[in-house]
Each structure stands twice: as structure tokens, then as C-alpha cells.
């Protein structure tokens, strides 16, 4: 009894599978024999669809085929300073003659060893313009770039821009195959994507995996809208591409997030319109320019929202605003939350920065703001990062019923850190503000955009109802925005 029920088992899988099969080998069928299926059929109305889409070729090994001439696996060469090496004894700084050798032992010198690195670009041009990462080849004597047909070919570096993280190479060859270039802005989350590039030096290597998120804003890396997939990507793919099902390329694969050093599920892509943008500044200038507004911001929090009469935490929230910058020149002031640039809605603090950087300096921006409870609208003339600083993320954000002690800045207090006014956080009890991450040493500068004169101002603000207070904060250096729930 039971070998007949494993018979019938075993039946009913194989017809499941070959049920399977004929379904998703319907469109590669179609397309290479358009009798093979009625024209009423689902396998072939799915054909017509995806077909009318121009979005899917037959399979990952169509986009491999096709596309894989154009990839490079890229090997690099340099040296690096090594640890100083005396000319004398190493002893310890105990030892009696430590001093003696300290000072009069021969000058120390440092060695120059040789370092090798390998990582991954496409062509995108024919006559040898090759893009990579920044990093792949920054501080490289000798770059070499191999095609996939075994030539060889010793590149020059036209241009590297650390910020975009994007690298222009090009070597002496004519006809090559080039990558198609796609738009990333149409791609979906969930859709696959392939990558190919050479993990560890294995040349060629294809991995495939969906878009997990798109315009991801990463620590230090506030000028790309990175696209995030789980590509299997692991060192040696950086500087490879990453393409769409319709075998374009749509981003530079640059980056993981990992705990092991190794993939983990986590990676990230240069949308590749970000990186053709540099391309063609470095190609036609040798440098890539870019807009700055002169201000730090950071995330409006429902708290925070709430406390501005925002009916939802949108925008981008000033912190402070640089002296002499093209935002001080227009008006714009700390507690002002941005929530347009030149007309596009600014849903989340990181959204800015490349928008920013992306227009040209020099130009005219309207930044739609909202101050004081109303909305403004202001005209900016951009001026040039030289900085790396477009708008930069800061850092992330006695009354009874705050649970603060506090007092007004001393005249010298004021000078130094100038500003107007403003109430040191001398002890953080248990309470709202606590909880809200105050400290001791903290200045605020403001209570819901009114000037911290007095420890009155605190009590005049709780005191009208509010249950919401966003507290201006000068903390060392930083300045942000606390957001603290009264009661």
C-alpha cells in the first residue's frame, strides 16, 4: 500500500513540475517559435504581454550572454607607507636609555610596500571609456583592465570623484562592446536585477537577486540615492554593473553592509544616471561641480511635525544655516523645515542633499519652506561645494515638568558660542527631557522658534497647552532639533 501511494506521489510531482515548466518556458517558446502555442493560450497571452512591456528577455543567461562582453575585471597596483622603522634599539619607554636613543638614534623611515587590489567596471563607450568606483583605483600606480576575450590593456584614470564614488577610465582600443544604459528611476522594489563583476577575482561571475529599496541614504554618503538589492556582491564586484531585466545597466555596484567583511544580504548600487552625470564632467572638465546651500539638517520626527503644525513629519529640518552661504544670503534660518526644491517634494531629510548637489552652482533654486507655522516660498542662488558639504545630516537628535535645571548664558558664554541667547541644561532628571535625550552641558537656543532668553520661556510654552516642544539645541559644535513630549 504504501509503495503504490509513493508511486502516485511521485506521478502527481513530475505532472506539477512539467505543468510548471511548459508555464514559465511559455514566453522563451513563443519567441523562438510563435506556433508553438494557440494564439488564445495563457502561456502565450503572457508572452504578448510581457512581449508589449519590452521589460523581460528569455531567462538571466540571455542578459549574461549578451551583456558580459562589455564587463572588465579591473587589477591595480600601488604602494603604501608602511610603519617608520628607527635607526636605533626599539626599547621600552621604562628603559633608562629610551630617551637617550629617542633623541639621537638616526631619523625614522617608513617603507613603501607594494599593494594589489582587483574590482570590476563596463564599457560604455566604444573607443575605451570604461566607469568604475572611486575606490577601486584611487592611490593606483598601475591600472590594468582585462575584457572578458583575455586582451589586456593598461588604463589611464581621466577622472575620479570620491563623493559619487564613480572612477572614468579609458583605455587604447576601438570597436568595443558597451552596456546599454537604462533608467533607474523606472525600476520598482521587487523587481530582479542581475550583477556581473568579479567577487575575488572570479571574472564573469553573474548573481541575480530584486531591488529591496531605492534612494538610500547611507552613513557619509549623503550625495547618492543609492539603489539597495540582495545581489550577492562580495569584494572584487566593486565597480561592476548592475542591470534590469530588460539587460540595461542601471546602476555601479558599490558597496555591502556586512558583520563578516562578506555578503550578508545587504548591498548597494550608484543609480547609473547619477554616475553619467559625473561621467561627462570628468571627460569634459577633469572635475565635477557641484551646488551647495550652506546648511545641516536633519529628519522631521511625527513629534517634531506635530510641534511645527505640520499635519504630517515631511521635509527637511534646518538645524543651522553658514554664515555667508548662499542660504543665509537668502534668509533661510534654523527651524525653517524645506519641503520643496525647485518643485520636488521633499519627503525625508536625505533627499536633499543630491538635489542639491546635482544643480549647478551658480543657478537659481526655489526652496519652499515652512516657518512659523506658514508656508514661504524663497529664491537661492546656489553657490560651490568645495567642501564635501551640500546639506549636511546632523547628528540624530530647573523645570519640574521637563525634569531640567537650567540657566541663561553668561555675557562671555554668549560670545563664545556666539549666539543671542540661549539656557544652559545644567542636570537631566528622570522626565520628558530625558527621555528626549537632553544632557547635561546642552544650550538651547530655542523653544518652538522662540528665543531661550529665560527659564521663563520654557514655562510660557507649557504653559499655552503645548504638549509638543521642539528645543534648538547648540551641542559642542552641532546644533539639532530635540523633539520633547510634555507630561
Not at 511559455?26 to 508589449?52: E, H, K, M, V, W
Not at 522594489?189 to 541575480?208: K, L, Q, R
Amino acid at each position: 500500500m504504501q509503495t503504490k501511494d509513493r508511486s502516485l506521489y511521485l506521478k502527481a510531482t513530475f505532472i506539477g513540475v512539467l505543468a510548471s515548466s511548459c508555464f514559465l518556458g511559455g514566453y522563451a517558446l513563443s519567441q523562438r517559435n510563435p506556433a508553438a502555442a494557440p494564439a488564445d493560450t495563457p502561456a502565450s497571452a503572457f508572452s504578448r504581454a510581457i512581449d508589449a512591456r519590452g521589460a523581460l528577455p528569455a531567462s538571466f543567461a540571455d542578459i549574461a550572454e549578451q551583456q558580459g562582453p562589455a564587463v572588465v575585471n579591473i587589477s591595480v597596483q600601488g604602494t603604501i607607507k608602511t610603519s617608520a622603522r628607527g635607526g636605533g634599539p626599539q626599547l621600552d619607554p621604562r628603559d633608562p636609555f629610551y630617551e637617550f636613543f629617542r633623541r639621537f638614534q638616526p631619523p625614522a623611515e617608513a617603507d613603501d610596500a607594494p599593494t594589489r587590489g582587483t574590482g570590476s567596471g563596463f564599457i560604455v563607450k566604444a573607443d575605451g571609456v570604461v566607469l568604475t568606483n572611486a575606490h577601486v583605483v584611487a592611490d593606483a600606480s598601475e591600472v590594468t583592465v582585462k575584457l572578458k576575450d583575455k586582451r589586456e590593456f593598461k588604463a589611464k584614470v581621466l577622472g575620479i570623484d570620491k563623493l559619487s564614488d564613480v572612477a572614468v577610465l579609458k583605455i587604447d582600443a576601438k570597436d568595443l562592446p558597451t552596456v546599454k544604459i537604462g533608467d533607474p528611476k523606472t525600476s520598482r522594489v521587487g523587481e530582479w536585477v542581475v550583477a556581473i563583476g568579479s567577487p575575488f577575482g572570479f571574472e564573469n561571475t553573474v548573481t541575480a537577486g530584486i531591488v529591496s529599496a531605492k534612494s538610500r541614504s547611507l552613513p557619509d554618503e549623503g550625495y547618492v540615492p543609492f539603489l539597495q538589492t540582495d545581489v550577492a556582491i562580495n569584494p572584487g564586484n566593486s565597480g561592476g554593473p548592475l542591470f534590469n531585466m530588460a539587460g540595461e545597466v542601471i546602476g555601479i555596484n558599490s558597496q555591502i553592509y556586512s558583520r563578516s567583511g562578506g555578503y550578508q544580504g545587504l548591498s548597494f548600487a550608484i543609480p547609473i544616471d547619477v554616475a553619467m552625470k559625473v561621467e561627462g564632467q570628468l571627460l569634459a572638465h577633469g572635475k565635477v561641480s557641484r551646488g551647495r546651500l550652506g546648511v545641516t539638517i536633519q529628519e522631521v520626527s511625527p513629534e517634531l511635525a506635530e510641534s511645527f503644525g505640520l499635519d504630517k513629519p515631511a521635509g527637511a529640518l534646518v538645524n543651522s544655516v553658514d554664515k555667508g552661504s548662499a542660504a543665509d544670503k537668502a534668509g533661510l534660518q534654523a527651524g525653517d523645515v524645506i519641503l520643496k526644491f525647485n518643485g520636488t517634494a521633499i519627503s525625508q531629510s536625505s533627499e536633499l542633499p543630491p538635489l542639491v548637489s546635482d544643480t549647478a552652482p551658480g543657478s537659481k533654486a526655489t526652496v519652499s519652506v515652512w516657518r512659523q507655522g506658514k508656508p514661504k516660498e524663497l529664491s537661492i542662488t546656489l553657490g560651490q561645494m568645495d567642501s564635501g558639504k551640500v546639506a549636511a545630516e546632523s547628528a540624530a537628535p530647573q523645570d519640574k515638568q521637563l525634569g531640567l535645571a537650567v540657566r541663561p548664558l553668561s555675557r562671555q558664554e554668549r560670545a563664545e558660542a556666539q549666539v543671542a541667547g540661549g539656557l544652559v541644561v545644567e542636570e537631566v532628571a528622570d522626565g520628558p527631557a530625558k527621555r528626549a535625550g537632553l544632557r547635561s552641558g546642552d544650550v538651547i537656543l530655542s523653544v518652538n522658534g522662540e528665543l531661550a532668553s529665560s527659564p521663563d520661556t520654557l514655562k510660557s510654552q507649557i504653559g499655552q497647552g503645548r504638549k509638543k516642544l521642539a528645543l534648538l539645541v547648540l551641542r559642542g559644535e552641532d546644533r539639532l532639533f530635540v523633539p520633547v513630549t510634555v507630561g
